[in-house]
C-alpha cells in the first residue's frame, strides 16, 4: 500500500529493520558502555519509524501516542542508565562493560 | 421491614470484630455488654422481623451482596425471611441473648473471658447465617461456620489435652456428616441445577423432574450431614464429649440451637422429603436408635452435663422420629421447647458446677436445695418440663410427636413411650440426687457453696418462665378446636413452609393418649422418687457395677472403643505400613531424587553464567533469530 | 515526487550515520552521528504526517537525550576511549550476528506482501496534529499518561539518587 507517492509501507519497514539490525550489531560490537546505550536508543527509533508508518497506513493515532510512550519511557531508562554508568566510572575508572564480569557464579 | 433482616447477623459480627480488635485491656463487664448487647439488638431486630410472618406466611428474599460471579454463574448471599427461618431466629437470638448474660457471670473469673464472649459472638453470626440463607450453599457457609465455632469452644480451655481431644473428636465426626452434605448439595444441584429453597421449592419447583431413586439417595445424603451436626447414631460419639467447653457453650451451641441445624435443615427440605418414603423411614429409625440408645445410657450416667448431653441425644433422636414421620412442624415444636428447657437445665447445672467449684459428679452432690434456692426451682422447673408433665412446655411438644408415632407407626409409637418413661426417671434421677438428701462433697466444697450471682439466675428465671408457657404455641388439634381455641398457632404458621401432615385424631383418642404419656411420665418420676429419694439409694462407685446391661449403658454401648477398634486402629496400623516402607523408600525417594537432580543440572547450568556482558547479548540476539525463524 | 526523493535521501543520511556512529572511534563522534540520524528520523515523522511527533522527538531526543549523553562524556572526560581489546572470534561473532539478524528480519518484513493489498483508508491531514493528539492522549491514555508522569518521578529520584557522590 502507498504512504505517499511511490513509497510503501514495506520501504518504511525495511528501513525500520536495516536501522534496528545495525543498532543490534552496534551493541554486539562495541563495548564501550555509552556506545551501546546510543546503540539501544537507535534500535528504539527503528520500532518508532515502523509505528508511525503504520499509523499512517491505518489512520490511526493510536500508534503515535505509542511512541510518545516510547519516548517518555526511553528518556526515563537513559536518565537512570546515565547515572548508573557515572557510578560504574567511578567506581572502576572505566566504561568498558567487559570489566564487568563479576556477576557470575 | 424484612430488609432489616441483613443486620440481624451484622450485630454478632460486629461485636466479633470489636471484642476480637478493640477489645484488649477494656473492662470484663464492658466487653460482656458488647456481646451480649449485640445479640439483644439482633432479637429486637428477630422479633420485627418475625412479626411481618405473623399473618400468613410472606416468604421474602433479601441481597445481600454478590458472592460469586463468573459468567451466567453467579451466587449471592441473600437471605430468605418466611416463617419457617423467622422463628428459629426468634429463639436463637432470644436464648442466646440470655445465655451471654449468663457467661458474663460464669466466665467472670476466666482470663479468657474476651475470647470466649467473641467465640459466642461468632458464633451466633454463624448460626444467623445458617438460619437466614436462602439457599444450601449460604447454609452450608453457616453450617461449617457453627462447626468451627463450635470447635473452637469445645477446646476452649486449650491447655488441657481431654478438651482438646474431644474438640477434634467433635470436628472430625462432623466432618463425615458434611461430606454427605456436600454430596448431597452436589447431586442436587446436578439434576436441578439450582440450589435456591426458591427455585428448588416453591417457584419453579425444580425437584418435581427428579426420579424417586434420586430423591432418596439426596434425602439420604443430606440427612447424613445432618446425623453429624445433631449427633444422631452412628455419628453422635461426639456430642457427649463435647460437654469438655464451657458450660454456656453446652448450653447454647450442643443443646439449644446448632445441633438442631440438622432438624432445620431437613426441615427446610420437607418437600423433597415428602417425595421418597424410604429416606423418611431411614430417618425414623435412625432416630428412634438414637432415642433409645441416649435415654438408656443417661440412666447410668453420674456426670450432671454427661446426663442432661445424653439426654439432648435422646431428645434430637425424637424430633427425628417426628421428621421422619412427616410430621416437620411438630419436630421444629419439639426443637423450640427442648430450647428452652434444655438450655435452662444446662445453665442450672452451670450454675451448680459454678456453686460446687468445679464439681461435675453427682454422687458428690446432694442436697443442694437449701443452698441454691433460685437454681433449685428453675431446674425443677426444667425437668419437670423435659419429663412431659402438664402443662409444661414439654409435655405439649412431646405428646405431638407420640401422638404423630401413634397414627403413623404403632412401633415407634412404644418405642418413644419407653424413650419418654426414661427421660424421666433419668432427668429426676438426676434432680434427686443432685438437690435432695444429704451434701456429699468435702468439707471444702459445702463451706463454699453459694447461689449464683443475678446475672447468672436472671437467665434461668426467664428460661423457666418460657419452660412453662412455651408449649402454647402448639395445642394439640382435637383439643384446642373442643375448646374453641386456635391456639395450635404453630402449625398454621408454618404451614406452607414446612409440608404438613394429614392427622385425624378424634379428641377421645387424643385425650388418651396424653393421659397415657402422662402416666408414663409419673411412673418414671415415682421410680426415682422411690429409689433415689424415699429409699435414699445413691448411684454406685464405678467399681461396684455388677450388672452387666449396667456396666454396658455406663460405658456407652462401647460405640467409642467400637469405632477405635475398626477405624482407627486400622488406619494407624495403614499409617505405620506406609510411614515405615511408603513414605522413606518411594516418596522421599522421589523428593530428594528431585532436588538432587535440580542440584546437578543447576551445576552444569551455572556454568553458562559466564558474567560476560558480551556473551548474554549474542544469546539473546541469536535467540531472537531462532524465534523470528520459527514463526 | 519531492516526497519520494525526500524518502531516499533521509533513509541513507540514517543509515550512514548510525553507522558512523557505530563505527567511530570518538565517543563525541558517534553522540554526533546519532543526532544526524535522529534528525533523519524526524524528517520521516514528518513524511509521515506525524508532525507533533517530529518535533517532540528533535526537543526530547536531539535536545534532552544526546545533550545528557554529551554532559556524561564531558564529566568522565572521554575524549578518546581507549582501545578495546577484543578477539578476532568475538568481533567476527558479533558481526556475523548482527548481520543475520538483520537479514532475517528483512526477510521477515519481504513476507509482508498482503500488507501491500490493503486498500488505503481516506488520508486525515489533522490525524497527526497536536491538537487531535492531545485529545486522544488525554481522553483515552489519561491514566498511562499519568502513571507516565510517576515513572519520571521515579526515574529522576532513581538518577539523583545513583549519582549523589557520598555513594560511592
Known amino acids: 500500500m502507498e504512504l505517499y507517492h511511490n513509497i510503501t509501507i514495506n520501504h518504511y519497514l525495511v528501513l525500520a529493520a536495516v536501522l534496528f539490525g545495525m543498532g543490534a550489531l552496534g551493541i554486539l560490537f562495541r563495548r564501550n558502555a555509552i556506545i551501546m546505550f546510543m546503540c539501544i536508543e537507535l534500535m528504539l527509533n527503528a520500532v518508532n519509524i515502523s509505528l508511525v508508518a503504520f499509523s499512517k497506513m491505518w489512520n490511526h493515532t493510536d500508534a503515535q501516542v505509542f511512541v510518545f510512550f516510547i519516548m517518555v519511557v526511553a528518556a526515563a531508562e537513559v536518565a537512570v542508565g546515565l547515572a548508573i554508568l557515572m557510578m560504574l566510572y567511578r567506581n572502576t575508572h572505566s566504561t568498558d562493560t567487559s570489566v564487568l564480569n563479576k556477576l557470575k557464579f | 421491614m424484612e430488609k432489616l433482616v441483613t443486620l440481624i447477623p451484622l450485630f454478632p459480627l460486629a461485636g466479633f470484630l470489636f471484642i476480637t480488635f478493640l477489645g484488649k485491656g477494656l473492662s470484663k463487664n464492658f466487653i460482656g455488654g458488647i456481646g451480649s448487647g449485640a445479640i439483644f439488638l439482633s432479637f429486637v431486630v428477630s422479633i420485627l422481623v418475625f412479626t411481618t410472618q405473623m399473618h400468613g406466611a410472606h416468604p421474602t428474599v433479601v441481597k445481600a451482596f454478590d458472592w460469586i460471579t463468573a459468567g451466567t454463574f453467579d451466587i449471592d448471599i441473600s437471605f430468605l425471611v418466611d416463617p419457617l427461618s423467622a422463628i428459629y431466629l426468634l429463639f436463637i437470638t432470644g436464648v442466646g441473648f440470655l445465655i451471654h448474660l449468663y457467661s458474663i457471670g460464669y466466665m467472670h473469673d476466666d482470663e479468657g473471658f474476651n475470647r470466649f464472649i467473641a467465640y459466642l459472638n461468632l458464633f451466633v453470626f454463624f448460626m444467623l447465617i445458617l438460619i437466614l440463607g436462602d439457599s444450601y450453599l449460604t447454609m452450608f457457609v453457616g453450617w461449617e461456620g457453627v462447626g468451627l465455632c463450635s470447635f473452637m469452644l469445645i477446646g476452649f480451655w486449650y491447655k488441657d489435652m481431654k478438651n482438646n481431644d474431644a474438640a477434634k473428636k467433635a470436628f472430625i465426626v462432623n466432618r463425615i456428616g458434611d461430606l454427605g452434605l456436600i454430596l448431597g448439595m452436589c447431586l442436587l444441584f446436578a439434576y436441578t441445577g439450582t440450589l435456591r429453597y426458591d427455585e428448588l421449592f416453591i417457584s419453579e419447583r425444580a425437584i418435581g423432574g427428579l426420579p424417586t431413586e434420586v430423591a432418596t439417595a439426596i434425602g439420604i445424603l443430606l440427612f447424613i450431614g445432618a446425623m453429624g451436626k445433631s449427633a444422631q447414631i452412628p455419628l453422635h460419639t461426639w456430642l457427649p464429649d463435647a460437654m469438655a467447653g464451657p458450660t454456656p457453650v453446652s448450653a447454647l451451641i450442643h443443646a439449644a440451637t446448632m445441633v438442631t441445624a440438622g432438624i432445620y435443615m431437613v426441615a427446610r427440605s420437607s418437600n423433597l422429603y415428602a417425595m421418597t418414603e424410604s429416606a423418611g423411614d431411614l430417618i425414623m429409625w435412625a432416630g428412634i436408635l438414637t432415642s433409645l440408645l441416649g435415654a438408656t445410657i443417661a440412666l447410668t450416667q453420674n456426670d450432671i452435663k454427661k446426663v442432661l448431653a445424653y439426654s439432648t441425644v435422646s431428645q434430637l433422636g425424637l424430633m427425628f422420629v417426628a421428621l421422619g414421620m412427616g410430621a416437620y412442624s411438630t419436630a421444629v415444636f419439639h426443637v423450640i421447647t427442648h430450647a428452652f428447657f434444655k438450655a435452662l437445665l444446662f445453665l442450672g447445672s452451670g450454675s451448680v458446677i459454678h456453686g460446687m467449684g468445679g464439681e461435675q459428679d453427682i454422687r458428690r452432690m446432694g442436697g443442694l436445695k437449701k443452698h441454691m434456692r433460685t437454681t433449685h426451682l428453675t431446674f425443677l422447673i426444667g425437668t419437670i418440663a423435659i419429663a412431659g408433665i402438664f402443662p409444661f412446655a414439654g409435655f405439649f411438644s412431646k405428646d405431638q410427636i407420640i401422638a404423630v408415632a401413634f397414627e403413623e407407626n404403632k412401633l415407634m409409637f412404644l418405642l418413644s413411650l419407653v424413650v419418654s418413661a426414661c427421660t424421666a426417671f433419668y432427668m429426676f434421677r438426676l434432680y434427686f440426687l443432685t438437690f435432695h438428701g444429704k451434701f456429699r462433697g468435702t468439707h471444702e466444697q459445702e463451706h463454699h457453696l453459694h447461689e449464683s450471682p443475678a446475672v447468672m439466675t436472671l437467665p434461668l428465671v426467664v428460661l423457666a418462665v418460657l419452660s412453662v408457657v412455651g408449649g402454647f404455641i402448639g395445642l394439640p388439634h382435637a383439643v384446642g378446636e373442643s375448646m374453641h381455641m386456635h391456639w395450635h398457632w404453630l402449625d398454621h404458621y408454618l404451614d406452607g413452609t414446612v409440608v404438613m401432615p394429614a392427622l385425624h385424631m378424634d379428641l377421645n383418642t387424643e385425650l388418651m393418649l396424653m393421659g397415657l404419656a402422662t402416666i408414663i411420665a409419673v411412673g418414671g418420676i415415682y421410680l426415682a422418687w422411690l429409689k433415689y429419694s424415699k429409699r435414699g439409694e445413691l448411684a454406685l462407685e464405678d467399681k461396684d457395677i455388677t450388672s452387666a446391661t449396667h456396666k454396658l449403658m455406663l460405658n456407652k454401648y462401647w460405640f467409642d472403643e467400637l469405632y477405635n477398634a475398626i477405624i482407627r486402629k486400622p488406619v494407624d496400623a495403614i499409617s505405620k505400613a506406609l510411614g515405615s516402607f511408603i513414605e522413606p523408600k518411594i516418596v522421599d525417594g522421589l523428593v530428594e531424587g528431585t532436588g538432587a537432580a535440580t542440584d546437578a543440572a543447576g551445576g552444569k547450568l551455572r556454568l553458562l553464567q559466564s558474567g560476560s556482558l558480551f556473551f548474554y547479548i549474542l544469546a539473546f540476539v541469536v535467540g531472537l533469530i531462532a524465534l523470528l525463524l520459527y514463526i | ?168
Open chain 3, 1 to 168: 515526487m519531492l516526497s519520494e526523493y525526500a524518502f531516499w535521501f533521509l533513509s541513507f543520511v540514517a543509515v550512514f550515520s548510525a553507522a558512523g556512529m557505530i563505527f567511530s572511534k570518538n565517543p563525541v563522534y558517534s553522540v554526533l552521528s546519532l543526532i544526524i540520524t535522529f534528525f533523519a528520523v524526524a524528517g520521516h515523522y514528518f513524511l509521515l504526517g506525524a508532525q507533533f511527533l517530529a518535533a517532540v522527538h528533535i526537543i526530547v531526543y536531539a535536545g534532552a537525550i544526546m545533550v545528557l549523553f554529551l554532559y556524561v562524556i564531558m564529566m568522565l572526560n572521554l575524549n578518546k576511549l581507549e582501545e578495546e581489546k577484543r578477539s578476532l572470534w568475538s568481533k567476527s561473532l558479533s558481526v556475523a550476528a548482527g548481520g543475520i539478524l538483520m537479514l532475517v528480519l528483512l526477510a521477515a518484513v519481504q513476507r509482508t506482501d498482503e500488507l501491500n493489498s490493503i486498500a488505503a483508508g481516506e488520508f486525515n491531514a489533522a490525524m497527526g496534529q497536536t491538537k487531535n493528539l492531545g485529545n486522544v492522549l488525554y481522553r483515552e491514555f489519561l491514566l498511562p499518561f499519568e502513571l507516565a508522569s510517576v515513572l519520571f518521578l521515579g526515574a529522576m529520584v532513581g538518577a539523583v539518587y545513583l549519582s549523589k557522590k557520598e555513594l560511592a
